[in-house]
């Protein structure tokens, strides 16, 4: 069976620093932190007092109060760069068959939002179980996607994938595949997260997975920084529409790049820490050249996992040169989390829309905030730190890896015809 060829043709984002595609490439580009202290609590009581919220968001802009109090944070920031790719893309214009169009959504929580506030309401209320009618239906992980397909009238592959924060990486895997094997012509993907509560915090706080940099929020996330001391929580959406080469081609749709390969692996080691040499993000990433048929001479740019962790930026760094050797000293690796943290289930997706801006641009975003060279990272290798970098990139290749040992890579490609 000849496989279909993939490419994207619609992008949207709602991030810590920009609320559509242009504002967040811009805010990569230019270095931008999206880490300030914590607004819409009082987090004073907790270890971290900051986080990567979203800046200047009003779900009234977006919804009418209706509509608004039936949808979970989560679902609303999904809707909403959906939109964005959906319009981008040109998609639903001409009478499209809504049969072969699918959602294939990826949200590593859900709803957290919307469970402490129920579980809020329950406990410090009389003990009768007087519970919202949409608590279920806001809370559950799948129901962005079923959003999604509502309002466009998809009904093509619809689902959720969840694997911590590997999870919107696995979805636009599984949508590249879905495609490629013939089985839908276009699919609405991407994930979406919004954990920035006193539910989420608390929880990454008693795992210590959180910097408490409280008096430098900004220069908290610093990938591959001697000082780093955990990632920064963030929040947001990313979406991508991903299509059939002959669909796009016949209806002259306008295409970011081509999708080439996926891998996925797991790392069966531990629950939260990845394995000490790389093995699991060795192994997606040897699985995604493959299914590229590539060399990995042939990558110009990763853009690494590179939460800002202690052991993790050590054992992805290792990885990265088992798996490309010599090359690794030519590549551009960077970590755009230390610029909109770590938005968990949604990371991914935001992470494979800049690396096909960096292929569609010819540029290579940043590393920000690094100040000391750690000894236990190779430290010849070109981590983009501080400023943009100008290069042709033809291939590149983003990692997302998620607690439970869930290791992703996809890799998306310059288009040529």
Same mark, same amino acid.
């Given at each position: 069976?000849?496989?279909?060829?993939?490419?994207?043709?619609?992008?949207?984002?709602?991030?810590?620093?920009?609320?559509?595609?242009?504002?967040?490439?811009?805010?990569?580009?230019?270095?931008?932190?999206?880490?300030?202290?914590?607004?819409?609590?009082?987090?004073?009581?907790?270890?971290?007092?900051?986080?990567?919220?979203?800046?200047?968001?009003?779900?009234?802009?977006?919804?009418?109060?209706?509509?608004?109090?039936?949808?979970?944070?989560?679902?609303?920031?999904?809707?909403?760069?959906?939109?964005?790719?959906?319009?981008?893309?040109?998609?639903?214009?001409?009478?499209?068959?809504?049969?072969?169009?699918?959602?294939?959504?990826?949200?590593?929580?859900?709803?957290?939002?919307?469970?402490?506030?129920?579980?809020?309401?329950?406990?410090?209320?009389?003990?009768?179980?007087?519970?919202?009618?949409?608590?279920?239906?806001?809370?559950?992980?799948?129901?962005?996607?079923?959003?999604?397909?509502?309002?466009?009238?998809?009904?093509?592959?619809?689902?959720?994938?969840?694997?911590?924060?590997?999870?919107?990486?696995?979805?636009?895997?599984?949508?590249?595949?879905?495609?490629?094997?013939?089985?839908?012509?276009?699919?609405?993907?991407?994930?979406?997260?919004?954990?920035?509560?006193?539910?989420?915090?608390?929880?990454?706080?008693?795992?210590?997975?959180?910097?408490?940099?409280?008096?430098?929020?900004?220069?908290?996330?610093?990938?591959?920084?001697?000082?780093?001391? *955990?990632?920064?929580?963030?929040?947001?959406?990313?979406?991508?529409?991903?299509?059939?080469?002959?669909?796009?081609?016949?209806?002259?749709?306008?295409?970011?790049?081509?999708?080439?390969?996926?891998?996925?692996?797991?790392?069966?080691?531990?629950?939260?820490?990845?394995?000490?040499?790389?093995?699991?993000?060795?192994?997606?990433?040897?699985?995604?050249?493959?299914?590229?048929?590539?060399?990995?001479?042939?990558?110009?740019?990763?853009?690494?996992? *590179?939460?800002?962790?202690?052991?993790?930026?050590?054992?992805?760094?290792?990885?990265?040169?088992?798996?490309?050797?010599?090359?690794?000293?030519?590549?551009?690796?960077?970590?755009?989390?230390?610029?909109?943290?770590?938005?968990?289930?949604?990371?991914?997706?935001?992470?494979?829309?800049?690396?096909?801006?960096?292929?569609?641009?010819?540029?290579?975003?940043?590393?920000?905030?690094?100040?000391?060279?750690?000894?236990?990272?190779?430290?010849?290798?070109?981590?983009?730190?501080?400023?943009?970098?100008?290069?042709?990139?033809?291939?590149?290749?983003?990692?997302?890896?998620?607690?439970?040992?869930?290791?992703?890579?996809?890799?998306?490609?310059?288009?040529?015809?």
């Amino acid at each position: 069976m000849e496989l279909k060829r993939v490419v994207v043709t619609g992008l949207g984002a709602l991030t810590p620093i920009g609320n559509n595609i242009s504002e967040y490439w811009e805010g990569l580009i230019n270095g931008k932190s999206g880490a300030a202290p914590i607004t819409r609590y009082d987090a004073s009581a907790f270890k971290t007092h900051f986080a990567c919220e979203l800046k200047d968001w009003k779900a009234e802009e977006h919804f009418d109060r209706k509509e608004a109090r039936k949808l979970d944070p989560f679902s609303q920031y999904a809707m909403v760069s959906a939109s964005e790719a959906m319009a981008d893309s040109g998609l639903m214009e001409n009478d499209p068959n809504q049969d072969r169009i699918g959602v294939i959504w990826g949200s590593g929580i859900g709803g957290l939002q919307t469970f402490q506030e129920e579980a809020k309401n329950f406990f410090t209320g009389d003990g009768t179980p007087r519970m919202n009618p949409f608590f279920i239906p806001k809370m559950i992980a799948d129901i962005a996607a079923g959003h999604i397909s509502i309002k466009y009238g998809l009904r093509g592959p619809n689902y959720v994938t969840v694997s911590a924060c590997a999870s919107s990486t696995n979805a636009i895997i599984d949508a590249f595949n879905y495609i490629r094997l013939g089985k839908a012509d276009a699919i609405v993907t991407g994930g979406s997260e919004a954990c920035v509560n006193q539910m989420g915090m608390g929880g990454f706080n008693a795992l210590r997975a959180l910097s408490t940099r409280n008096d430098s929020p900004e220069t908290a996330s610093r990938p591959f920084d001697l000082n780093r001391d *955990g990632f920064v929580l963030g929040e947001g959406s990313g979406a991508l529409i991903l299509e059939e080469y002959e669909h796009a081609k016949k209806r002259g749709a306008k295409i970011y790049a081509e999708v080439i390969g996926g891998g996925m692996s797991g790392d069966a080691y531990h629950m939260t820490a990845p394995h000490p040499d790389g093995l699991g993000a060795k192994n997606t990433m040897i699985a995604a050249l493959e299914d590229a048929e590539i060399d990995p001479s042939q990558v110009d740019y990763v853009n690494v996992h *590179g939460t800002s962790t202690p052991l993790g930026d050590i054992a992805e760094v290792k990885a990265i040169k088992q798996v490309f050797g010599e090359h690794a000293y030519d590549l551009n690796i960077s970590s755009t989390k230390s610029m909109t943290g770590h938005l968990l289930g949604a990371a991914g997706a935001i992470e494979a829309i800049a690396c096909i801006l960096s292929v569609k641009n010819d540029i290579i975003p940043p590393t920000i905030n690094h100040e000391t060279e750690d000894p236990e990272l190779d430290n010849k290798l070109n981590f983009t730190f501080h400023k943009p970098q100008k290069r042709e990139v033809n291939i590149a290749l983003s990692n997302t890896f998620g607690f439970g040992g869930h290791n992703t890579s996809v890799i998306v490609k310059k288009m040529v015809d």
